[in-house]
Structure formats: C-alpha cells, structure tokens
C-alpha cells in the first residue's frame, strides 16, 4: 500500500511454478499461521494470508493447453485451491485451435 492508503499497484501477476509446487508456494502463509508463535513472521504471514484469501483482491486463473496431461494438472490445482480457501477465477485454454473444417465439410466427410 502506498502512503495514502491506495495500493501501489492494480494488478500483479504471478506465474506459478507446476502444480504441486505451486500449491505448496500458496499455502506457505497458512503453514506458517499453523506452527508459529506471534511475531513479525506470523504478523507477515496473516497479511499474506488476507490477501490470498480474499477473492476482491485476489483470484487465481487458471491456464492450460487442450492435453490430457495440462488438463489433469489443472483439475488437481482447481481441487487443491479449494482445499485450502483459495478463490480460483476462469480456466483460460491457451493454444485452442480453429475448426479444421466448416460444419458442411464435416458432415461430407462424415458421410452423412
């Protein structure tokens, strides 16, 4: 936050390493909230943890490729967001091709 209460920047963007790995980076504030006693690491860590938290101020998008592998992935990141309280936004599909063929073709190549 900047001096005058605003935050200092609208958006930031994180690209996260894989999934597993990625869910262990995010529940490190909660991790930290659960094991240590109060003081300046705690203090940092239930800042962090508001802010993961709360879906006005944070929303995790999820991006895959249209494979079985990316998509698997990221059905388990989707199930352990909600695991541990994480507000996930869209699925964005990168890479999604154009019909190969219009619906007519298709239907001629189908035989129909």
């Known amino acids: 936050m900047r001096s005058d209460g605003l935050p200092r920047f609208d958006v930031v963007i994180l690209d996260a390493p894989a ?4 869910l262990d980076m995010l529940r490190v ?3 930290i909230l659960d094991v240590v006693p109060p003081g300046i ?34 059905i388990q990141l989707a199930r ?5 309280g994480l507000p996930a936004g869209r699925i964005v599909v990168n890479g999604v091709l154009p ?14």
Request: proline share 10%; glycine share 6%.
């Open 19 to 22: 999934t597993g790995h990625g």
């Open 29 to 31: 504030p909660r991790t």
């Open 41 to 74: 690491l705690r203090r940092d860590a239930e800042r962090a943890w508001t802010l993961l938290t709360d879906p006005k101020a944070t929303l995790v998008m999820l991006v895959t490729l249209p494979e079985e592998m990316p998509v698997t992935e990221t």
């Open 80 to 84: 352990g967001l909600d695991e541990i």
């Open 99 to 112: 019909p190969l063929f219009a619906p007519e073709e298709r239907r001629i190549s189908r035989g129909a």
